[in-house]
């Protein structure tokens, strides 16, 4: 049976790792792979393999250099070489004593939400502006580019996001509908300043609502910091509102405009033989299954 010499199973042929004398520190075999680039995301049980093939002594000039590091660097569990620390959503650690699935990394921290495994959140949620003009969430998500691209140079402009001309991130879209039925129309714009949004139709004069009793806009900050979204609905709506309406939204930096039409059809119109109906443009969710989302930044 094996026994313990000093706290470590021992049996026959079996050799002890023995600490170097000195400054070394007992670290992982110098032989074993430190993961790089995408390698490092899946890291856990795999490194546990790595880490308990054999023990050497510490020699730091021996040690691998890590690669696309997108969250920085931290110390292996024998603070002897670097590694690829954790990025922000990734599974973590909570505290020194583990050594399982990493270290977060630069302005992250282990956080535990009940319901899901610990993960790495960002300590800070103020925006920031970028030396290229692109405004980041916050500092982790700035981090991430600049590790990425080192090459660039990047450097935070100032707090806050970059000033920009508005993008209109959903624009309304082309519909159809029966007289007396409701049409809504919607418009979900980014920018800073925040935009204004303004509706008008083609062919006609003045802003929308305007006289039209039967038309009203909404506005609403959101879905997310920075946006504003906003609606034109047209209650039992009539042959004469059939046409081209616009969403225009405008701030001191810029604007920008999107289109979309409204086709009205009578009744009568639905039972003619041969009736083709217009077919709207896709909207955003049916490209939600083949694209993958971005960050509204």
């Known amino acids: 049976f094996p026994s313990l010499v000093g706290g470590f199973p021992s049996t026959p042929g079996h050799v002890l790792p023995v600490p170097a004398l000195g400054a ?3 670290s992982r075999p110098v032989s074993a792979r430190t993961p790089t680039g995408p390698d490092y995301l899946q890291r856990g049980w795999q490194r546990l393999l790595e880490e308990g093939e054999s023990w050497v002594a510490c020699r730091p000039e021996e040690c691998p250099t890590p690669r696309g590091c997108l969250a920085g660097m931290v110390r292996d569990p024998c603070d002897c070489c670097w590694e690829c ?3 922000e959503g990734q599974i973590c650690d909570l505290d020194n004593t583990n050594h399982f699935y990493g ?3 630069d302005h992250l921290e282990c956080q535990l939400e009940a319901g899901d495994p610990p ?3 960002c300590r800070s949620s103020q925006a920031l502006c970028g030396s290229d003009g692109r405004t980041y969430a916050q500092i982790c998500k700035f981090l991430e580019v600049f590790h990425a691209h080192p090459e660039a140079n990047l450097t935070v402009a100032h707090e806050g996001p970059c000033e920009s001309e508005p993008q209109i991130l959903s624009p309304p879209y082309d519909v159809w509908n029966v007289t007396g039925q409701d049409v809504i129309f919607g418009c979900e714009v980014f920018a800073y300043p925040m935009a204004s949004i303004e509706w008008r139709k083609e062919g006609a004069e003045g802003l929308l609502p305007g006289a039209h009793p039967h038309i009203s806009a909404q506005f609403r900050g959101g879905p997310q910091k920075y946006e504003v979204t906003g609606w034109l609905q047209i209650q039992g709506v009539r042959v004469t509102d059939e046409g081209t309406y616009r969403c ?6 810029g604007e920008a405009a999107a289109l979309a039409s409204l086709t009205v059809l009578t009744p009568d119109q639905l039972t003619m033989p041969g009736l083709s109906l ?3 443009r896709p909207g955003p969710e049916d490209d939600a299954e083949s694209e993958e989302s971005e960050d509204y930044y």
């Open 24 to 26: 070394d520190r007992i």
């Open 85 to 87: 620390a954790n990025l």
């Open 103 to 105: 270290q977060c990394g």
């Open 119 to 121: 993960h790495c959140a």
């Open 248 to 253: 225009f939204a405008r701030n001191r930096v």
């Open 278 to 280: 217009p077919r709207p």
